[in-house]
């Protein structure tokens, strides 16, 4: 089955405490994203990457890394998690001229 | 910066109505839009594509592109209480990666 699987889904930690967030896909996609989604705000794009080794910033980059080793991986990695990045987080990949796939959601909550 | 604009809602309907929901763009140069369904909590679903100047149906979905006028539109037939949710518009530029969201319509579908 063709999927986008994320994990955590629920994650609650405290300020400062790093963490990652996995994201893999089976579809052999090349370009994988992340997005965050808070009330009123809709979906932002955080990080993208193009394929392995090649990532850029999307509109709301500060204070989240990214990498992309593999094809089918894209982890993001907050180092140092402050209360403003409590939010709902979408890891999504796409082919060529194909929509985007989306993960099930990590609902993220930093105390 | 590119831009997707929805109104946010909530749009209200009976049971049995059409749905119309509308998003306009910024980027003359975008290529491919889409359409997503999103429940509270959940990720976002594709529920329609649409590439050229016309009209797209999928059962009870119409989308409705008007690049001229940079506009995009999703027309919901035989509205049911179970369409009600959020609904997502995606425009896609041309040399871009992933696409841009807008923040989204809450559809309510009243029995």
């Known amino acids: 089955e063709a999927q986008v699987t994320q994990n955590p889904r629920y994650l609650i930690t405290v300020t400062g405490k790093k963490l990652t967030v996995t994201c893999s896909q089976n579809?052999?996609?090349?370009?994988m994203s992340w997005y965050r989604q808070d009330p009123g705000l809709g979906l932002r794009q955080i990080y993208y990457?193009?394929?392995?080794?090649?990532?850029d910033k999307g509109d709301v980059p500060e204070g989240y890394k990214v990498s992309r080793k593999e094809k089918r991986n894209f982890p993001l990695i907050l180092e140092s998690p402050s209360p403003n990045q409590t939010s709902l987080y979408f890891c999504?990949?796409?082919?060529?001229?194909?929509?985007?796939?989306f993960g099930d959601g990590t609902r993220l909550s930093i105390l | 910066q590119k831009e997707v604009e929805q109104n946010s809602g909530p749009l209200s309907v009976p049971e049995g109505a059409i749905a119309s929901l509308n998003c306009t763009y910024s980027?003359?140069?975008?290529?491919?839009f889409f359409w997503y369904r999103q429940y509270s909590g959940k990720s976002p679903e594709l529920i329609m594509s649409?590439?050229?100047?016309g009209d797209q149906e999928d059962g009870r979905f119409t989308a409705q592109l008007n690049k001229a006028s940079q506009y995009v539109s999703l027309l919901i037939r035989d509205s049911q209480p179970s369409d009600s949710a959020t609904y997502l518009c995606?425009?896609?530029?041309?040399?871009?990666?992933?696409?841009?969201f807008g923040r989204g319509t809450s559809l309510i579908v009243h029995p």
């Open positions: 999504a990949s796409r082919g060529p001229n194909q929509p985007q796939h």
């Open positions: 579809m052999n996609h090349e370009y």
């Open positions: 990457s193009m394929n392995v080794e090649v990532t």
């Open positions: 980027d003359r140069g975008s290529q491919s």
């Open positions: 649409i590439y050229s100047n």
């Open positions: 995606a425009v896609l530029s041309g040399g871009s990666y992933i696409p841009t």
